[in-house]
Nanobody, 126 residues
């Protein structure tokens, strides 16, 4: 099973930027990599997904982050990134990355992933 380790979280002011990283211990070719987040008292929610193609990866972003967040991956490093710009207080949450085989279907927003990281806290002060 792939081990995932997130990093890059922190405390920032509204309007600032952060870049989260998630490094996988094994090869992620053929896998979709995603970011979810969970705020206190709320359910875990989908943030972004990216497939493994180096030439034309497929991206999917939650409506709440479109235009502010972007997802990318470096297949050579087995790492996925989440660039977060124009952060808002409502972005405060623990951010998790996850991975599964792309053959598992295209419902990337369902939290049915094989491996999850331990999470990294993002706190945005208003």
């Amino acid at each position: 099973q792939v081990q995932l380790v997130e990093s890059g979280g922190g405390l920032v002011q509204a309007g600032a930027s952060l870049r989260l990283s998630c490094a996988a211990s094994g090869r992620t070719h053929g896998s979709v990599m995603v970011w979810f987040r969970q705020a206190p008292g709320k359910e875990r929610e989908f943030v972004a997904a990216i497939t493994s193609s180096s030439y034309r990866p497929y991206y999917q972003m939650a409506d709440s982050v479109k235009g502010r967040f972007s997802i990318s991956r470096d297949n050579a490093k087995n790492t996925v990134y989440l660039q977060m710009n124009s952060l808002k207080a409502e972005d405060t949450a623990v951010y998790y990355c996850a991975v599964r085989d792309e053959r598992g279907g295209t419902n990337y927003q369902s939290p049915s992933y094989d491996s999850w990281g331990q999470g990294t806290q993002v706190t945005v002060s208003s």
